[in-house]
């Protein structure tokens, strides 16, 4: 079964940067493309970036504008660039096809704080 395996977290200044990588253990097409998700302990998790298969993004309106989701197929690997960071940023980053069964993987823990 297809895993997705997250890195690129870390413990980060206000106003810093990170870039996050997502890599798929197989080639995937799905229709709904992939997109990056984060969750803060206690709360739902939700969808910040999307990308589809024709290259279009979206963005939560609490990271448009700093986030940026993009992806390299021939590595089966996307990717979120993140800038001006914010404690509310703050959560565990996670990847997954939208709407799909695909179990989520461990995430990376990004931490912004002073």
């Known amino acids: 079964q297809v895993q997705f395996v997250e890195s690129g977290g870390d413990l980060v200044q206000p106003g810093g940067s990170l870039n996050l990588s997502c890599v798929s253990t197989?080639?995937?097409?799905?229709?709904?493309?992939m997109g990056w998700y984060r969750q803060v302990l206690g709360k739902e998790r939700e969808l910040v970036a999307r990308?589809?298969?024709?290259?279009?993004?979206f963005y939560a309106d609490s990271v448009a504008g700093r986030f940026t989701i993009s992806g390299d197929s021939a590595k089966n690997t996307v990717y979120l660039q993140m800038r001006s960071l914010k404690p509310d940023d703050t959560a565990v980053y996670y990847c997954?096809?939208?709407?799909?069964?695909?179990?989520w993987g461990q995430g990376t823990q990004v931490t912004v704080s002073p």
């Open positions: 990308i589809n298969n024709g290259g279009k993004t």
């Open positions: 197989e080639t995937i097409v799905s229709r709904n493309g």
């Open positions: 997954n096809i939208p709407f799909s069964p695909i179990p």
